[in-house]
């Protein structure tokens, strides 16, 4: 319990799960210390991304064919930096890189592999919009040497642990080890992250739609006979107001917090959609699942898919548990959403 005199810092959240694992050795728990370092630097600069040259696009184009901003690129130093040099980690891989990062050949490799995509919804950096770290940590499941694209390429069942920083009113860090979600806030006068939401849970049935309704036109009729459904109603499903931010983390947590579902289907553009598995959709998965929520591609539960590419993309259906079971009947064609 919070009073004046006792908070909860996030380490010493972390140090009591730990207890609840006998066996543990400390090193996932530190690995997320680590991560809390680099979310407080990022946290610091996205502050200060008005008042310092760090905004505006740079000339690279990253592998999935966004434009990276000059954040993007500091965020994704920030990380593999706050990481990479600590023994926990065999490799690392971020949505901005083509290929894996192994530490560095002087670094012994850990055990715990990591991907992440270092600032979410990049081109919000401008306009001063809500953005986000995410993070998913799988076992190492090669042996000897550096990590290797296999230790990258596992299904979200096998995540260890994954969740998001948020850097939105304040700046928030949620995650789950598989022992429910928990969040932290950032209190700027002391530095740390203080417990501000411990076990979340998702209201069952949300009260939010977020999808980009301007591919509407590019939608299967499917996928516009739910997303119609949502807005309009349809038999017991009472209609929704709609939020999109475009900013994933911004549009998850705010579902999370308040209940609602996320779409971003497939659509004639892509069929896969937008997001990217590794990085955004199974990380995002298993904390919505840990808080009583569920997230599909439309037809299959998203944490039992196995990935096949590190960038490889997927439609996403995430959010309140009734609400997705409604799009997910619909679109796995058991049910007319109309
Ligand atoms: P950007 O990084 O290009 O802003 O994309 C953000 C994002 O990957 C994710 O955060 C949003 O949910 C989604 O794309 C928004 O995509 P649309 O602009 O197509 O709606």
Redesign the pocket.
């Known amino acids: 319990m919070t009073t004046p005199t006792s908070v909860t810092t996030i380490e010493r959240f972390i140090l009591e799960q730990e207890r609840l694992h006998p066996e543990a050795t400390g090193d996932l728990s530190n690995l997320l210390y680590d991560i809390c370092l680099a979310a407080k630097i990022i946290s610091r600069n996205v502050r200060r991304a008005g008042l310092t040259d760090i905004l505006g696009g740079s000339t690279t184009v990253n592998v999935s064919g966004?434009l990276q901003q000059k954040l993007d690129l500091i965020a994704n130093e920030t990380v593999r930096n706050s990481l990479q040099f600590t023994g926990r980690v065999c490799v690392l891989a971020s949505e901005e890189d083509d290929e894996p990062v192994p530490v560095p050949a002087n670094v012994p490799p850990g055990k715990y592999v990591v991907l992440y995509d270092p600032l979410?919804?990049?081109?919000?950096i401008d306009v001063n919009v809500s953005i986000g770290t995410i993070f998913a940590i799988h076992r190492r499941v090669t042996t000897g040497g550096p990590g290797k694209l296999a230790d990258c390429l596992q299904a979200g069942t096998k995540l260890v642990a994954a969740g998001y920083i948020l850097y939105g009113s304040s700046t928030m860090l949620v995650y789950t080890t598989g022992n429910g979600t928990h969040g932290f806030t950032l209190d700027p006068t002391i530095g740390e992250f203080l417990l501000s939401h411990p076990h979340i849970r998702i209201p069952e049935v949300g009260k939010y739609y977020s999808v980009?309704e301007s591919n509407w036109n590019k939608w299967s009729p499917t996928t516009q006979r739910v997303v119609a459904a949502f807005k309009n109603g349809d038999g017991p499903l009472k209609s929704k107001n709609a939020r999109y931010i475009?900013?994933?983390v911004a549009?998850i947590h705010r579902n999370l917090i308040s209940g609602g579902i996320f779409l971003?289907p497939g659509d004639t553009r892509s069929a896969q959609g937008?997001?990217r598995l590794l990085y955004e959709g199974a990380p995002l998965a298993f904390v919505v699942e840990q808080a009583g929520g569920a997230a599909t591609d439309g037809r299959r539960r998203i944490m039992d898919i196995a990935p096949a590419d590190l960038h490889q993309r997927t439609p996403l259906v995430i959010g309140s548990r009734s609400d997705v079971e409604f799009a997910t009947r619909a679109m796995s064609g058991e049910v007319g959403a109309a």
């Open positions: 966004d979410d919804g990049s081109s919000n980009n475009g900013s994933l549009d971003y937008k997001l």
